[in-house]
Structures are given as C-alpha cells and as structure tokens.
C-alpha cells in the first residue's frame, strides 16, 4: 500500500518546528500589544486546537500568572452573559482555527468583539476570515497540511503557544532570565528529539502490528498531558475509525474501571509529574487485567518491555511535544498495517450538514 500523506508531515515536524523558533513574530506581537497588563486570556478552539490550548495553559498560570479558560465555540457563545463580565482591558481573547474557516470559531471571534474583547488569531493559513476579523495574528508556521487528521499542525501549534507563554512571561518579569532560558532549551532539545522518537514508534509498531486489530481505544493521562492524552485519542479515533475514550487518571476509578477486560486497549502517559504513583499502580492493574496495554514512557527511568515507548525525559514540558509524536506515528501506521489510508475520507457529509467550514 502506498504510504499515507500524513507520513510526510511528520517527518517534516523537526524542520517546521525550528522555522517558528527563528521566527519573530511573537516578539512582534507583544511590542504592539501590552503583555504586562493581561490578567485573563480565553482560548475559543475546537479539536487539536483546544486540546494545544488544554496542555499550554498550565505555562500560562504557572509561569506568566495570568488566569486561564478554555471553551469550545458553542460553550463561548453559550456563556456570552457570564464572559461579557470580565474586565476588557486586562483579557485577551485567542481563537485557534488551522484552516481559519471553522465556523464556530468565526462565529466566536465576532461574539468576542460584540462584547468588546481584544482578539488574537491563529491559525495555519494565512488570508482568512479568523485573520481578517482578529486585531492580532500569529501564524502556526507548518505550512498547510492536507489531510484530516493533523500532525506537525499540532505540534507547532502546542510550541507556538507554549513560547509565547514563556514570552509573556518574560515580558512581564515574572521569571528569571534563567528560567526563561531552560524552558526554551528544553523546547529546542524536545524539537531535536522528534526523529528517535519517530524512529522508535515505528520499531515498536513492527513488533505489535496487532494493534491494528483493535475495535475500541481508552487513553488515559494526567497532568501537563491530560491534553495530549485527548489529542492522541481524537487522532487513532480519525484513522482508525474506531470508537475511542479518554479518562483523567483521577476519575478512572470512577466508573471507567469497571468497563476494563481481556478485551480492552489502553494507552496510558506515565511521567514524573504529581500522579505518578497512581499512574504506576494503574499501570501494574492494567498490564494484568486488559487485553493489550502501551505505557507512554516520559519519566527519568527508561523501562524496557513490550508495553512500553520510552521518550526523552524533559521535565519543564512534560515531554509532551514526543508524547504526542508518538500518538502521531501510531495512528498513521495502524490503519496501514490493515490496507487502509488513515486519510480516507469518511462521514464528510456529516460536515457539510452542520456548516462546520465558511
């Protein structure tokens, strides 16, 4: 079988991803628009780009000190009354769009500026209605990714607005030459450790091509990667075309446990960040009790074994950026193990019904 497109966008991740590092434009940004004053930022974004904005914002709550919220389009508009009371001059509104036509997005951005909301956009195409609309703009630096399940869009997205957290922060002096320093290195080494990565998915997919066979996926994170954890979810859910669940470590055992058997297919992120141990135990319970088990691997500790994929230990990020490479790999190679393009077009009617594009 022919190998997919998406294959090519991944490989390019590495390059795309040192091209937004050169770039300027959020330095750019931040001499027009006055950083040290925002105290609330709200992400409006749908799929990969709300699941970047639930991994990014704990940079900006921890690192710039400014207050988070993350909503679907729907949610925004829905919760209209209750945002138009938050103070306009120290919140900034950022709609995330990769194709810059979705329509709940640009529905967003103009409620947004109906209740008298600075907005920033970004997205991955340039020229579009989510720019046009929007006082400010930065743009994903990927290129254009035609296919439907998205790679190096996702994670030049998650780095955009990871650095611009760091950036804000720095803006502000709210951190330290010093640690503005070792985020940015650790992004720099993360963005170099993307080909291992790849490398290393790909031999531990030839050794479980059996995975492919599957017929529902539960992931399950924690943390930094809760988000990433959904983004992994949503993409073997699009390639695989199978149904899928994700569950937040602390409420698995509230219901999702009791669906685990010889059957099941888990998928869970172990890191060094607060939840370890529970994740260990739950790993140590699953490797018993369901039919197959991954570990995504991003503690100090290399664990060899065949659940396993170990990815570099990078503390600050949580390795999220290989983390969700990796879930990359996996869902563009089960489908093709089977003969299937992970880029089939399926249900695209389905689109067209609800008006999800301008």
Not at 125 to 146: G, H, V
Not at 237 to 259: M, N, Q, V, Y
Not at 311 to 338: C, D, G, K, M
């Amino acid at each position: 079988m022919k190998k997919s497109i998406m294959w090519n966008h991944i490989y390019e991740e590495t390059n795309k991803l040192k091209t937004l590092l050169a770039s300027t434009q959020v330095e750019k940004f931040l001499e027009i628009y006055d950083t040290k004053a925002i105290k609330k930022m709200i992400f409006v974004a749908s799929g990969s780009s709300l699941n970047i904005a639930t991994v990014a914002k704990k940079f900006y709550g921890d690192l710039a000190q400014i207050d988070v919220s993350t909503y679907t389009p729907s949610e925004f508009i829905f919760n209209s009354k209750m945002l138009d009371s938050f103070n306009k001059e120290t919140t900034l509104v950022v709609a995330i769009s990769q194709t810059g036509t979705s329509s709940g997005t640009i529905n967003s951005i103009s409620c947004a500026k109906e209740l008298g909301y600075k907005v920033l956009s970004i997205t991955e195409r340039r020229n579009t209605p989510a720019q046009e609309m929007s006082d400010y703009y930065l743009n994903f630096l990927s290129d254009l990714e035609d296919c439907n399940a998205k790679t190096k869009g996702f994670s030049n997205s998650l780095t955009l607005l990871e650095i611009l957290a760091i950036q804000i922060a720095k803006e502000k002096a709210v951190i330290t030459d010093e640690t503005f320093k070792a985020y940015m290195d650790e992004i720099k080494a993360s963005i170099d450790d993307i080909p291992s990565t790849i490398e290393n998915t790909e031999k531990w997919l030839h050794e479980h091509k059996d995975w492919s066979a599957i017929n529902h996926l539960l992931v399950i994170g924690n943390g930094t990667n809760y988000g990433v954890a959904v983004e992994g979810m949503l993409k073997i859910l699009e390639t695989l075309c199978i149904p899928a669940s994700i569950c937040e470590l602390g409420e698995f055992s509230h219901g999702f446990h009791r669906t685990i058997t010889n059957n099941s297919n888990v998928i869970t992120i172990f890191t060094d960040e607060p939840g370890k141990d529970n994740m260990k135990r739950t790993n140590e319970y699953l490797i018993k009790k369901a039919g197959k088990l991954l570990v995504i691997n991003a503690t100090k500790e290399v664990i060899k074994g065949d659940n396993y994929i170990n990815v570099v230990y990078r503390p600050l990020t949580a390795s999220s950026l290989n983390i969700s490479v990796v879930f990359q790999v996996i869902a563009t190679a089960l489908p093709e193990i089977i003969g299937h393009d992970p880029n089939y077009p399926m249900n695209e009617d389905y689109t067209k019904i609800v008006g999800t594009r301008v």
